[in-house]
């Protein structure tokens, strides 16, 4: 690697005799210190060359190299994918190309081998009626009224589409954090008088992770069988949805019947809905942590500089590697590590909510309840392929790892205070348990527990201004 960053060379000095910088350098300009005549950034960026440019030409010179032997196709792809890399001007992710990169792993079905399909009308009354009937049988395990407005049976694509604008507010502040961290590894005395070149490194961040989470974005979709698989709500409110295609091949080995499995996946689905359309702060509770996790993220400033001087638009799956071989680190500070505690025990909580309450609706009415169940706890707990992509690409695992003690602590609930003081402690996020609570299970069954409900209004009230329309009274 040279000594500048990314490959980047000093400008030349101007020979003292134009003519002769001619004679040295047809194609327009001297030869520089580390740097090309009529290239500003160095002979190199980018760790590629131009033909007829000097500088890596030849073998040395991945473009030079393939042009003999690329068709125009080819290579006016591969110009096309460098300008959308340095035009972009977005935010940190560059999500067109995201959403296009992803939509084109659903349609080759380059994750599983299966191509998307369009949804047929027979697959979409199987899960509206599956949908219909899981919230009967959940009324009857939870207070929570049903969350679910309409029942949809998606495709991958259709997954991509509406799951975008939450994998956005997910991603973005660490990526943030990257686009921050491509202008820091310049040396301080470059900054000040580097601002285009910053600004060209971060579109290139920006398409660089673009490319990176449409990857994962589309292998993703040809695991999740639904739209809170990652126990996040990551589709439309309101929206109870299914992939006929994914729920099809995740129940195909299991020996139960079809639609059993669909059937079950459903009520997952339903309860998610009703937990997160009846309990407000829920969802900012969790993305909140996700964030607060995310400002904690520290950048390997080394592998980025190493990932971005090696760069090839040609061979994109070298920004993957790169990318993938964990760029990011979580700081070993005590607010890190209580942001992480924080975000493991809410996932913990809703996906153990969710566990024990289709359980109790399922148990007695499906046969394969309980083979089901111990397979989406062991599927939820060591998470998919592209689960572990994302932790590697943004530094975070979206995995309840105290999945079965939730589920315990809330079944014991069940117990002892019945279905609605259980559901009653979503009331108000200081009443739940916490990661020590998990420890002790019983201990918070038994404990008493303060009803937030009337110094919610209390406080509202104060806030608005309330005051009693007697005026004596008032005095």
């Known amino acids: 690697m040279s000594d500048t960053p990314f490959g980047f060379g000093l400008p030349p000095e101007e020979p003292e005799d134009g003519d002769e910088g001619k004679k040295k350098d047809p194609a327009g300009g001297g030869q520089g210190s580390g740097g090309q005549g009529g290239n500003p950034f160095g002979a190199n ?57 992803a939509r084109q792993v659903v349609a080759q079905g380059t994750a599983d081998g299966v191509k998307d399909a369009s949804v047929g009308p027979a697959e979409k009354s199987a899960v509206e009626e599956a949908v219909r009937l899981a919230d009967l049988w959940l009324d009857q395990a939870t207070s929570l009224p049903s969350g679910a407005n309409t029942s949809v049976a998606w495709s991958r694509a259709e997954w991509v589409e509406a799951t975008l604008p939450a994998w956005k507010e997910l991603v973005d502040p660490v990526a943030e ?39 994962a974005i589309g292998a993703l979709a040809g695991e999740v069988v639904g739209s809170t698989d990652v126990g996040l709500p990551l589709g439309p409110a309101g929206r109870a949805a ?63 500089e190493e990932a971005v001087s090696q760069l090839d638009p040609t061979h994109p799956e070298q920004l993957q590697e790169a990318l993938q071989s964990g760029m990011f680190q979580p700081q070993d500070t005590p607010e890190q590590k209580a942001s992480l505690a924080r975000l493991e025990t809410a996932l913990a909580l809703v996906e153990g909510w969710v566990d024990a309450v289709v359980h109790e609706a399922a148990k007695t009415r499906l046969t394969s309840a309980d083979a089901l169940r111990e397979t989406l706890r062991r599927r939820r707990a060591s998470g998919g392929p592209a689960e572990q992509t994302f932790a590697t690409l943004i530094g975070l695992e979206l995995r309840p790892r105290r999945l079965r003690d939730a589920s315990r602590l809330w079944a014991s609930l069940t117990d002892a205070r019945g279905v609605d003081g259980r559901d009653a402690l979503w009331e108000h996020p200081d009443m739940l348990p916490t990661a020590t609570d998990l420890d002790d299970p019983d201990g918070f069954v038994h404990r008493e527990h303060l009803d937030f409900s009337e110094l919610d209004k209390m406080l509202g009230e104060a806030a608005r201004g309330d005051a009693p329309e007697d005026g004596d009274d008032a005095k």
């Open 45 to 101: 960026p980018f760790g590629f060359g131009v033909p007829g440019m000097g500088g890596q030409g030849g073998a040395d010179n991945p473009f030079a190299a393939m042009f003999g032997s690329m068709n125009p196709t080819d290579l006016g792809a591969a110009f096309q994918q460098l300008g959308q890399m340095l035009s972009y001007e977005g935010g940190p992710v560059n999500w067109d190309m995201a959403k296009q990169i």
């Open 177 to 215: 954090r990257v686009g921050t961290a491509m202008g820091d590894v310049l040396p301080q005395e470059m900054q000040a008088m580097a601002g285009p070149l910053i600004g060209m490194m971060r579109s290139m961040g920006g398409a660089m992770f673009g490319q990176q989470i449409g990857q």
């Open 242 to 304: 299914l992939l006929p295609l994914n729920v099809s091949a995740f129940g195909k080995d299991l020996g139960v019947p079809a639609d059993e499995v669909r059937l079950y996946l459903a009520l997952r689905e339903a309860a998610h809905q009703r937990l997160f359309a009846h309990v407000p702060w829920l969802r900012a509770h969790l993305f909140g942590a996700v964030e607060s996790y995310a400002r904690g993220i520290k950048v390997d400033t080394s592998k980025l």
